[in-house]
Each structure stands twice: as structure tokens, then as C-alpha cells.
């Protein structure tokens, strides 16, 4: 890893949550790829079940279609299959997981049950309505790998195509706008909640979800020097 600067603490749990179009994606990519930790993106997992089409996917299609939740049991199922492929010491970073109080208190049993060390911190990305309504608008994936891109922000090399594989770039069938309104109702009723049980554990810190990408990721930093998590 040629631009890696520092590594993360060893067996580091960081949580990202935030509403859709906050840059949780983008900064858990950036960071796993610059700090040398792995990063799981409930929503890429799960896109990714649907394209292969297995049992879990198919369940659950209809829900990230239409911006509703999928079943706790579903995404929970999923999310632990990917952590149990990690070593026990792996750092990881987990983005929109846990985003309801009973996946965040199914997650703190697990990692007690299997003898890990506890989530360290989450970040909550803040950002207002009007521009999350125009981030999710110009962003586009590759129908291929999945990669995410954003005409203004996060252009791809070539107009149309994915910089990594050169697939064909599409919006994100949730991100129209009725689903986006559904998506942020979602959020306020569902994972807000979520912010005052680890605000109540002391684990909760806030970072600007508004910024540019590169000013977020290193306000991103800055946090988990001081939480002594890089
Ligand atoms: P965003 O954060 O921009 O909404 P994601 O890619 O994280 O996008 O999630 C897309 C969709 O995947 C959600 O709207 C939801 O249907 C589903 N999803 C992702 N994570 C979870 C989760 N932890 N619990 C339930 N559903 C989830
Ligand atoms: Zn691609």
C-alpha cells in the first residue's frame, strides 16, 4: 500500500452512520484503502446478493428497492457471514450497519460472544436534507462491480463508464426521488434512534457530512487521531 500513512488500531470497530447520501460509502472506501482495514458496506453486500440473485437477495430486493428496511434477520445473516471472514484481531469499519437499536444490540452480543473487542466509535455524518436531495441525484453505480460515482463530485474517467472494471454506469434504482423522500423518512424514524443508544454509551461523535470529499475525510482523520484510533 504505497499512500498508506498510518495504520488503524489493531482489532478497531469504527461505525458510520449518517443518513443516505452523507459520504459513508466514500469515506469508508478512502479510509480502508488508505489506512489498511477492510470496510463493509451493508448496502453493497446486499446489492450484491440481489445481482447473484441467491435466497438472502431475492428476499430482500423488494425492500432496497423501494427504500424500506429489510428484515433485521436478513442483513444481520449477511453482515456476520462477511465479519466471521475476518480475523479476530482484523480492524473493521462498518457502513449502514447496525442501523436499527436491535441490529446495533444483536452486533455488541456477538462481538462478546465470540470474545472480540467492542465497538469503538461512531461517527454521524451531518448533513441537511436540501443537499443530501441533490447528492443522490447525480450519483451513478456500475451495474457491474457496484462502484459508486457522482457526475459532480466523483466523475469517472471515461463519460458512462466504470474506472475500475469499465462497466456501464446507472442510477441507483433508490435513488429517484419518492424513494429518496421514503429513504430519508426511513432514516428519521428507524436508525436516528440509533444515535442516542451509543450517544448513552459515549461512543457517538459528530463529523460534517456537507463538505468536500477530501476536507470530510480529513475532519474524518483528525476524530480518529484523537480517539487514538490512527
Ligand atoms: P444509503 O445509506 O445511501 O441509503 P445504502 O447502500 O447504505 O444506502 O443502503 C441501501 C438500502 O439497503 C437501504 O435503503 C435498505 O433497503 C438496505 N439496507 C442497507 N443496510 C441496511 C441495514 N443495516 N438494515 C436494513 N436494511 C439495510
Ligand atoms: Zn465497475
Redesign the pocket.
Known amino acids: 500500500m504505497a499512500d498508506c500513512v498510518a495504520a488503524v488500531k489493531t482489532g478497531m470497530r469504527l461505525i458510520l452512520l449518517g443518513p ?2 452523507a459520504g ?2 466514500t469515506q469508508a472506501t478512502l479510509l480502508a484503502q488508505r489506512h489498511g482495514t477492510t470496510s463493509l ?4 453486500i ?1 446489492r450484491d446478493a440481489i445481482r447473484r440473485g441467491d435466497p438472502i437477495g431475492r428476499k430482500a430486493s423488494r ?2 428497492e423501494s ?4 428484515p ?1 434477520d436478513l ?1 444481520t445473516g449477511l453482515i456476520f457471514q462477511r465479519l466471521d471472514g475476518l480475523g479476530k484481531e482484523e480492524s473493521f469499519i462498518l ?6 437499536e436491535s ?1 446495533a444490540r444483536v452486533l455488541d452480543a456477538r462481538l462478546m460472544e465470540k470474545g472480540q473487542s467492542p465497538v469503538d466509535l461512531v461517527v454521524d455524518f451531518e448533513i441537511s436534507e436540501e443537499k443530501i436531495v441533490r447528492r443522490l441525484a447525480g450519483r451513478r453505480i456500475c451495474g457491474a462491480c457496484g462502484a459508486s460515482y457522482h457526475l459532480e463530485k466523483k466523475a469517472p474517467r471515461r463519460e458512462g463508464a466504470c474506472d475500475s472494471c469499465a462497466g456501464g454506469l446507472r442510477i441507483r434504482e ?1 435513488d429517484r426521488p419518492e424513494t429518496i423522500r421514503r ?1 430519508l423518512l426511513v432514516y428519521h424514524e428507524q436508525t436516528e434512534p440509533l444515535l442516542k443508544f451509543y450517544r448513552a454509551q459515549g461512543k457517538l461523535q459528530v463529523v460534517p457530512g456537507d463538505l468536500e470529499i477530501e476536507d470530510q475525510y480529513q475532519a474524518l482523520l483528525e476524530l480518529l487521531k484523537r480517539e487514538r484510533l490512527v
Open positions: 443516505p447520501g459513508k460509502g458496506a451493508s448496502g453493497d446486499l425492500y432496497v427504500g424500506a428496511l429489510v433485521d442483513v457502513d449502514g450497519f447496525p442501523r436499527t441490529q433508490d429513504r
